[in-house]
T-cell receptor, first 109, second 114 residues
Framework: GQNIDQPTEMTATEGAIVQINCTYQ??????LFWYQQHAGEAPTFLSY??LDGLEEKGRFSSFLSRSKGYSYLLLKELQMKDSASYLC??????????WGAGTKLIIKP | SQTIHQWPATLVQPVGSPLSLECTVE??????LYWYRQAAGRGLQLLFY??????ISSEVPQNLSASRPQDRQFILSSKKLLLSDSGFYLC?????????????FGPGTRLTVL
């Protein structure tokens, strides 16, 4: 079967750094996406990785290791507005997205 | 620029009543269209996707159905709602852009079945 695992909830302090991990087992791999979802709102696209390595975009970075079936999202200089759920999704061999359950990130002052 | 509309934003329906949720996309042609459901605190569950007019693929057997009467219109329906149909329904679109297939989501419809 296909499986995406990520922690259910994490807590971090404003101004700090947090790393959200995602491991996956899918039938084929055509890229990994990270989305941000604020409570009651639709997900919005953050990043895409298809090759191994780190992709940096401002305060957010995403890393991929295809051999390990592993990715992480790194958030730096945390702000209160970063409190949200972060969804990991993998595109399988049929170009369909398989979604993780999301990690709820709580930022404390 | 592309935009995606969903309505209604919230809906409260009794068990056994029908359902019709509509999604329309502007600013793009021949998009892939998706219906997802998200239960509280859970991930996204793909319900239906469509690669063209009249072409619907169902991912999960249930009492829901989908139709795509026009290129940029996607409708989710049910003849008789169940309590388990409660959730946050999201419509999304995508087009192949280079190497990947980013999905863009509508604002969602929060459905409560009582």
């Amino acid at each position: 079967g296909q499986n995406i695992d990520q922690p259910t909830e994490m807590t971090a302090t404003e101004g700090a750094i947090v790393q959200i991990n995602c491991t996956y087992q899918t039938s084929g791999f055509n890229g990994l996406f990270w989305y941000q979802q604020h409570a009651g709102e639709a997900p919005t696209f953050l990043s895409y990785n298809v090759l191994d390595g780190l992709e940096e975009k401002g305060r957010f970075s995403s890393f991929l290791s295809r051999s390990k079936g592993y990715s992480y999202l790194l958030l730096k200089e945390l702000q209160m507005k970063d409190s949200a759920s972060y969804l990991c999704a993998v595109m399988d061999s049929n170009y369909q997205l398989i979604w993780g359950a999301g990690t709820k990130l709580i930022i404390k002052p | 620029s592309q935009t995606i509309h969903q309505w209604p934003a919230t809906l409260v329906q009794p068990v056994g009543s029908p359902l019709s949720l509509e999604c329309t996309v502007e600013g793009t042609s021949n998009p892939n269209l998706y219906w997802y459901r998200q239960a509280a605190g859970r991930g996204l569950q793909l319900l239906f996707y469509s690669v063209g007019i009249g072409q619907i693929s169902s991912e999960v057997p249930q009492n829901l159905s989908a139709s795509r009467p026009q290129d940029r219109q996607f409708i989710l329906s049910s003849k008789k709602l169940l309590l388990s149909d409660s959730g946050f329904y999201l419509c999304a679109w995508s087009v192949m852009a280079g190497d990947y297939n980013e999905q863009f989501f509508g604002p969602g419809t929060r459905l409560t079945v009582l």
